[in-house]
């Protein structure tokens, strides 16, 4: 065999191996747009506990427009099985469970402080947004983004927040 056809070979199987070694790394129902490096992994209680919380980035759906209110961000923590919310004007806790790709809370407990009725309408539609199931998925690269998708479409992006000292 004449050596330049070897070299050929090995570099037209080199070329074979990391195209089908792309092809299998590649997570099945993530975007083909090669722009977009956001990849999406299972989501799992330690990812969301051991974190600084998570702060509301975007919204979409129906009750996007009651969740902007002036001075409002919304942040969520995990501990345990807990949940806690705030942002608005009052603090929200309940529970929250993951099981394979879903996710669901119960908002049980708002404080009811005297705020700006916007407020207050932004912490009642965020709490009644949360009281539900969602699809969840982390997407990655760091810091993480945490997506919640309702089964009516509503899509809630959270951005991790960094650990805090």
């Excluded at 070694?21 to 990812?47: F, M």
């Excluded at 995990?78 to 879903?102: E, I, M, P």
Aim: charged letters at 20%; glycine letters at 8%; proline letters at 4%.
């Amino acid at each position: 065999m004449h050596p330049s056809t070897s070299l050929s070979a090995v570099l037209s199987i080199a070329a074979l191996l990391s195209a089908t070694i792309a092809t299998a790394c590649a997570t099945p129902g993530a975007p083909a747009d090669a722009g977009d490096k956001a990849r999406s992994l299972r989501v799992d209680r330690n990812e969301l506990v051991n974190t600084g919380g998570w702060k509301l980035a975007s919204v979409t759906g129906a009750q996007a427009e009651a969740l902007r209110a002036p001075g409002v961000a919304f942040e969520v923590s995990f501990t345990g099985k807990d949940v806690h919310a705030n942002g608005g004007c009052n603090d929200l806790r309940g529970t929250y469970t993951v099981s394979g790709k879903r996710m669901a809370f119960e908002i049980a407990i708002a404080t009811r402080m005297s705020c700006s009725d916007d407020r207050n309408r932004a912490d009642q539609a965020f709490s009644e947004l949360m009281n539900r199931s969602f699809k969840a998925e982390l997407l990655e690269p760091l810091p993480y983004r945490l997506r919640l998708t309702s089964d009516d479409g509503q899509v809630l992006v959270f951005e991790q927040l960094p650990i805090r000292i």
